[in-house]
């Protein structure tokens, strides 16, 4: 992912944020201060903490930002947001909903960046084939708050969440892999069952509506119709509906086009194939004209995963020319999809993905006359095995030469 790329996103991002701002409908947050001490508190806590609540300036950083450290530095300002409030001399002034709506708005603002984290930045590293899957230890203690809090809707840190959050847990249902151009189409409606299953009541209108301003121009006219229907049938929902109307309603307007399929020529049953993400068989004829360093692993391979930091150094050797002409494909020997998925969503590998179930009796095992992985090939421009024991990732300097070599001819 480069920063310009990120910021491109960002500029998108602070559109579409314009939007979500404005669709809210519901009393404004500062009717909460109603005393002098809460106003006073009100003032002090948003020029203390600005820049933690600035959820534009938050997503510029994070893109420069590892997550472990990410989530440390949500950590310690949560950790210090909640000290200043306790310890604010007139707190106990405070009525009761005002102590709900400070209490969202730094419960929230720590879920809504941590969530934000892996949305915004699978969003902006498009090479990657999956989404980050947070580790558990970051996000058990969400399973305890309560996302469906109508109190909290005032706050704009849970709005924002509201959306990631729907984001996420639609991420997860597809272990974490992206849509692609054959299945895009439904991601509107897939986050929509998502949204009903996790809320109701003003949560679910209010991210039924934010996921429409957010995605109608991306999405088919039918799903977008599909959805704001939802959001009508949603009790007292006409304000909504005139929001998301104004926003999308030229999108709910046109025509339906047929979803584009490319259509592939069969596969010939006696070639070499595997299956890839989308659960299509793919043979090497697809890659035909460009030479394929073939890296044959398994997520149980330890020495396997060892050599993936180093294939990634290998892949920044090349210049952008030199890339267009290499594949780099990954194919797993793993027994099952589901173990082979959730080491794909934790390595994080930069190329083309396949599966070859089966281990040591795998198609791509018995094809290669492979007796022990990681082992690597290097396919030629017309498909044919130049070297069947190619050097690894590890030897750098050396491969790099065989791949260049086999560019030039």
């Not at 950790?79 to 001399?89: D, I, M, S």
């Not at 009761?96 to 699978?122: S, T």
């Not at 082992?375 to 130049?386: E, N, P, Q, T, W």
Request: net charge neutral; hydrophobic share 40%; aromatic share 12%.
């Amino acid at each position: 992912m480069t920063y310009y790329r990120f910021l491109i996103l960002l500029l998108f991002l602070g559109i579409s944020r314009s939007f979500a701002q404005s669709i809210y409908q519901g009393p404004e947050a500062e009717t909460l201060a109603t005393t002098e001490a809460e106003k006073a508190f009100l003032a002090a806590f948003k020029t203390t903490f600005k820049t933690n609540f600035d959820a534009s300036g938050q997503y510029t950083k994070l893109a420069t930002t590892g997550l472990d450290a990410w989530e440390m530095q949500l950590f310690d300002a949560r950790k210090a947001q909640l000290a200043f409030y306790e310890a604010y001399p007139q707190g106990s002034q405070f009525s009761a909903p005002f102590k709900l709506y400070i209490d969202a708005c730094i419960r929230w603002n720590y879920w809504h960046l941590l969530l934000a984290y892996p949305i915004l930045r699978g969003n902006a590293q498009t090479s990657q084939p999956n989404v980050l899957s947070l580790p558990a230890i970051m996000v058990d203690e969400l399973a305890g708050l309560n996302v469906n809090d109508e109190a909290a809707l005032y706050a704009e840190p849970y709005q924002h969440f509201l959306y990631f959050y729907i984001t996420y847990l639609n991420s997860k249902a597809r272990n974490f892999v992206k849509y692609t151009q054959a299945d895009i189409h439904t991601s509107l409606t897939d986050k929509a069952s998502v949204a009903r299953k996790h809320l109701t009541g003003q949560p679910y209108q209010y991210a039924l509506a934010r996921l429409l301003v957010e995605n109608c121009e991306k999405a088919t006219p039918a799903s977008v119709r599909t959805v704001f229907d939802l959001l009508g049938n949603t009790p007292n929902a006409g304000r909504y509906v005139m929001i998301v109307k104004a926003r999308c309603g030229a999108v709910m307007d046109r025509k339906d086009e047929p979803v584009a399929t490319t259509k592939k020529k069969p596969a010939d049953p006696n070639a070499f194939s595997f299956t890839n993400l989308s659960g299509e068989v793919v043979t090497l004829d697809e890659f035909i004209g460009k030479v394929i360093y073939l890296d044959v692993w398994a997520s149980w391979c330890g020495p396997c995963r060892a050599e993936f930091p180093f294939s990634k150094q290998l892949q920044e050797r090349l210049t952008k020319k030199q890339k267009e002409q290499v594949v780099f494909l990954y194919l797993s020997i793993d027994d099952s999809e589901e173990a082979w998925k959730k080491a794909l969503n934790a390595l994080q590998l930069t190329g083309e993905q396949g599966l070859s179930k089966g281990g040591w009796h795998s198609r791509t095992v018995q094809y290669f006359g492979i007796g022990s992985i990681p082992r690597y090939l290097l396919i030629d421009r017309k498909g044919k095995v130049a070297d069947e024991n190619a050097k690894r990732p590890s030897q750098t300097d050396a491969i790099l030469q065989d791949i260049l070599k086999l560019i030039s001819e």
